[in-house]
């Protein structure tokens, strides 16, 4: 872990791997209220921090910068899906499993749904997590021309602006997703808008206990009196509660790395996690949960039904999970990086 780690210990790692357990956690039995306030801010907080590491500059043509995405977020998108697809055919259909729906599904369905990327459908039951890759392409690309023809910062806010009104109306009144997740990827841009524009302004005053304890005040005040957020299912609840909390659980979160990353540094699982994000998204939910579910569903104390039971089983998911993974990610980093886009 040490080698692949000795060059990446910064606190994006640190951000990107605790924010891979708020997934994890959100997709794992947990308290209603808890997983509420996850999915305030968890999927805006991943579009925030590729805008803080876009560039612009960073790339000679459009054409480069495309091919560039193509290969860290499409390849990967393709790759991880197969690997989902044959996991499904050989395992879950035969088997069957509460975390499948069987009914209705031709074998060969899920390989034009993998073609598609339209989130929330049957035919993408193998790899629903993996929604983000798509939506990020297209938000990326988006936001790639807004940077090209936009003179200063203001311009950049102005069409912003326009994509999250574009985005939030369609969610409104269309609801559907659309393939490649096009839809949610108008509202990803705003995010990933913002961590590109702040990039620059970001400085340690502004991330100190004082105002941890603010920004987390205005992710639950707001939070909490909006309706249940999902990006996935185009839920976004009320327009301005959506942003303040989302922003609020975004700065809160980054601060609490910022403050507590000499600590976080030493935990290696943590920026471990952050590195290879990919493959905890891809493999954590449809994989791995439903094996330590049908453990856990033999261990007398987790057929109680509390709050505190339903918690400790989060919590149980998400670190066993974080775990079991673990060996995965030391073979494809070795022996197939091709998949994620890497060179060997």
């Not at 620059?200 to 100190?208: E, L, P, S």
């Not at 205005?218 to 939070?223: D, E, P, T, W």
């Amino acid at each position: 872990m040490k080698v692949i780690l000795k060059e990446r210990m910064g606190w994006i790692d640190l951000c990107k791997g605790l924010g891979m357990l708020l997934v994890m956690l959100g997709h794992a039995p947990f308290p209603g209220e808890l997983t509420k306030v996850i999915y305030t801010f968890h999927m805006p907080l991943f579009f925030f921090l590729s805008g803080y590491l876009f560039s612009f500059r960073k790339h000679s043509s459009f054409v480069a910068f495309l091919k560039r995405k193509l290969i860290t977020l499409v390849i990967p998108y393709f790759s991880l899906s197969l690997i989902n697809y044959f996991y499904w055919v050989f395992v879950y259909r035969n088997i069957g499993n509460d975390f499948y729906s069987n009914s209705g599904i031709s074998l060969y369905r899920p390989l034009w749904g993998t073609l598609l990327a339209q989130r929330d459908t049957p035919f993408t039951i193998h790899n629903l997590a993996l929604w983000f890759l798509p939506c990020l392409f297209f938000a990326e690309l988006l936001f790639y021309f807004i940077v090209k023809y936009s003179d200063n910062y203001k311009q950049i806010i102005v069409y912003l602006m326009f994509c999250s009104i574009i985005g939030y109306s369609y969610s409104t009144y269309m609801t559907k997703a659309l393939p490649w997740s096009i839809d949610a990827a108008l509202t990803a841009v705003v995010f990933l808008g913002a961590g590109y524009i702040i990039k620059n302004k970001m400085q340690a005053r502004y991330f100190t206990i004082h105002f941890f304890i603010i920004y987390l005040g205005i992710n639950l005040f707001f939070g909490l009196h909006n309706k249940t957020v999902n990006m996935f299912q185009n839920m976004y609840g009320n327009y301005i509660f959506f942003y303040i909390s989302a922003f609020g659980g975004i700065f809160a979160f980054i601060t609490f790395v910022r403050i507590l990353e000499p600590v976080l540094k030493r935990v290696t699982i943590f920026a471990f996690i952050g590195v290879n994000s990919l493959i905890y998204l891809a493999f954590h939910k449809y994989i791995v949960f439903p094996l330590i579910g049908q453990l856990l569903n033999h261990l007398s104390f987790y057929q109680v039904q509390s709050e505190s039971t339903k918690f400790l089983e989060g919590i149980s998911y998400t670190i066993v999970g974080s775990l079991m993974l673990v060996p995965v990610i030391f073979f494809i980093n070795r022996y197939t990086p091709f998949i994620l886009g890497k060179r060997n």
